[in-house]
């Protein structure tokens, strides 16, 4: 199957899904919550419809009794009229409530579901993409069009019932009123078409909304808050997050002014027959043909099919917003059927590692980038060793971590694990089999014990396996600071949390590598960046130590960092440069081979000398 994600950067984005498909999505959506409220809300707006109907008859027998005289019947008439007019407000009233109950149900949901099916895609190409970003928000919010929609279909119903008992009480009157309704017709059709606007510049606008919002979430960060301070740049980011605001509005706004264009065309239409509709039952009764209670039943009666058109114009923008958005969420389930698809392997991941992992002419580039970030790498990670990754900023050493644990799929060449091409392992078993902490660590806000304890979800409760961990990230000097021990709340989200720096952040990151008791492939992608240098070499050897383990089983230790000081120690170590390999192995052979290997080593030894 095809690299979808990539298909999304040139322009592969939502398409309406078939009908049925639609469909199914709303009922599936919407009945999940409480399919009960939606039958109420049904009967309910049926009321609606019959009591409205009741309404108009009884108030033309009410005038035509006041005109004839006959007093009693004018009277029993207003009674009806004043009882119905109390049925239509309270099914109102409660058919609204229901809708918000729905909603607020549904809401819920969808966003869990959202965020459920973006989560459990195995790799993580999708979230490299922007169009994928404004889609997911779009959808997280999509419970309420859903509602709407499926609430608007019922009203479809009770509308054309409604539409239905006005043009038999018209042709009543006089059999050329009966078109009357048909002049609608366009209005409905171009409300559809005034939506589609608004939603295009919604999408269009959403990147400069991100953007704003991106820079206005600045203003209540603390870390931002310090460099906003010290750069005083506040003003200047205010500024553009208040340019980025313009564009968006710009952009909604132009939609707004093309929908309500189109929707004005079609109310023109409307408004002609209303108007024609009044001439002839007023030149009928000038004829002596109609009576003054047809005239105020037509008059009444064009009134409530006005705003039934324009109900019906409401319900059915409402109605493709909804189906709109049942596509957005086809769309989703399937972009992860796909990128499970691309995730299909079967085959056995081994017990332990005897050849090691090999890369063949590996080539991997980001979406939109304009050169690889990896091109034809070719190499070698020997089972059972401790590998070391060096280069520059942006020579690729991230990315061929990314590329071993799977998040993404290289786009040429391949990775074999014993010769077993990655892309054929069961890539459950091997993310069970792969531990590490990287670049950009999590800091994960729950107890000390969960959060170290994530790295194996099966010991997560063990507060064994956690002390442990800890000891060998070197990280168990933090518990005794900690009055409730592993039980400690960490971070912000918690009003009697520990807060913690950023290197013991970093610390317990490195503790949740650690938790696995023998991975296959072990990353530490620079997992002493946020620690002081003093003790970095120290560290670097005690995790090499700590994961003798993983080297017993075959298994790799990758080390990514820019420390030279540390790196001399791995077994092997790998130079990249501009996306290829420059140079492997071991310290003494590179400086002997005195390539820039030699030359950051000799740099980096004198500044710290
Ligand atoms: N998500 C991304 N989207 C587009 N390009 C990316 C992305 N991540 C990395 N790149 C680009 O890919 C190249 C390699 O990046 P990578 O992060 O692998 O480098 P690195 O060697 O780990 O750098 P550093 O030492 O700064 O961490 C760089 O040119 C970078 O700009």
Request: proline content about 4%; glycine content about 10%; aromatic content about 4%.
């Amino acid at each position: 199957m095809n690299v979808t994600w990539r298909g999304i950067a040139e322009g592969d984005t939502v398409r309406p899904a078939p009908t049925r498909r639609r469909l199914r999505i709303l009922r599936e959506a919407v009945t999940h919550g409480r399919p009960g409220l939606l039958r109420s809300a049904a009967l309910m707006i049926v009321l609606v419809s019959l009591a409205g109907a009741a309404t108009s008859l009884t108030l033309k027998g009410m005038v035509d009794g006041a005109a004839e005289g006959a007093w009693g019947y004018a009277l029993t008439s207003a009674g009806i009229a004043a009882l119905a007019a109390g049925v239509n407000g309270a099914c109102l009233r409660v058919y609204g409530n229901t809708h918000d109950s729905l909603a607020a149900t549904v809401g819920a949901r969808i966003n869990t579901e959202t965020v459920r099916i973006t989560g459990d895609m195995p790799g993580t190409d999708h979230l490299e993409h922007p169009e994928y970003a404004d889609q997911i928000a779009l959808l997280r919010k999509g419970g309420a069009p859903l509602v709407r929609a499926a609430f608007s279909i019922a009203d479809l119903v009770s509308l054309a019932v409604r539409v239905l008992i006005a043009v038999a009480l018209l042709a009543w009157v006089h059999p050329l009123l009966a078109v009357a309704p048909l002049l609608a017709v366009p209005s409905v059709l171009l409300a559809g078409r005034a939506q589609a606007h608004v939603e295009r510049a919604a999408l269009d606008a959403a990147e400069h909304v991100r953007t704003a919002d991106h820079l206005h979430s600045l203003f209540t960060h603390p870390t931002a808050a310090m460099e906003m301070r010290v750069f005083d740049c506040a003003d200047a980011l205010d500024r553009r997050a208040d340019e980025a605001w313009a564009r968006a509005a710009r952009i909604r706004l132009g939609g707004a002014v093309r929908a309500s264009a189109t929707a004005v065309a079609g109310w023109l239409v409307v408004a002609a027959g209303y108007v024609g509709a009044l001439l002839l039952v007023v030149a009928e009764a000038r004829a002596g043909r109609a009576t003054p209670g047809d005239v105020l039943l037509v008059a009444q009666v064009l009134v409530q099919l006005r705003g039934n058109v324009s109900a019906l114009a409401t319900t059915t923008r409402q109605v493709s917003a909804g189906l709109r958005m049942a596509d957005r969420y086809a769309w989703l389930v399937d972009r992860a059927a796909e990128e499970h698809a691309r995730y299909s392997g079967t085959a056995a991941v081994p017990d332990g590692l005897t050849a090691g992992i090999r890369l063949e002419g590996v080539r991997f580039s980001y979406p939109g980038a304009a050169r690889p970030a990896l091109d034809g790498v070719d190499l070698v990670l020997p089972a059972g060793r401790t590998v070391a990754v060096v280069g520059v900023n942006g020579a690729g050493k991230t990315t061929l971590v990314k590329l071993l644990c799977g998040f993404h799929r290289p786009d040429g060449g391949r990775i074999t694990v014993d010769g077993t091409d990655l892309a054929d392992l069961d890539i459950a078993a091997w993310r069970a089999r792969t531990s590490g902490t990287f670049q950009n660590f999590l800091r994960l806000e729950t107890s000390v014990q969960h959060s170290v304890g994530a790295g194996l979800a099966e010991r997560m409760d063990d507060p064994a396996a956690v002390t442990a961990a800890l000891r060998r990230a070197d990280a168990e000097a933090l518990l005794a600071r900690w009055p409730e021990g592993l039980e400690t709340a960490l971070g912000r989200s918690y009003r009697e949390g520990a807060e913690l720096s950023g290197g013991q952040w970093q610390r317990l990151a490195v503790a949740r590598a650690m938790m696995h008791p023998a991975p296959l492939l072990l990353v530490l992608d620079e997992p002493t960046a946020a620690l002081d240098p003093v003790a970095e070499h120290a560290l670097y050897e005690r995790y090499v130590g700590a994961a003798a383990r993983v080297r017993e089983n075959g298994g790799t230790v990758l080390l990514v960092s820019h420390r030279f000081s540390s790196v001399r120690m791995a077994d092997l170590i790998i130079v990249l440069n501009g996306g290829g390999v420059e140079d492997i192995g071991t310290h003494d052979e590179l400086v002997g081979r005195d390539g820039s290997y030699a030359l950051m080593f000799r740099q980096q030894a004198a500044a710290f000398a």
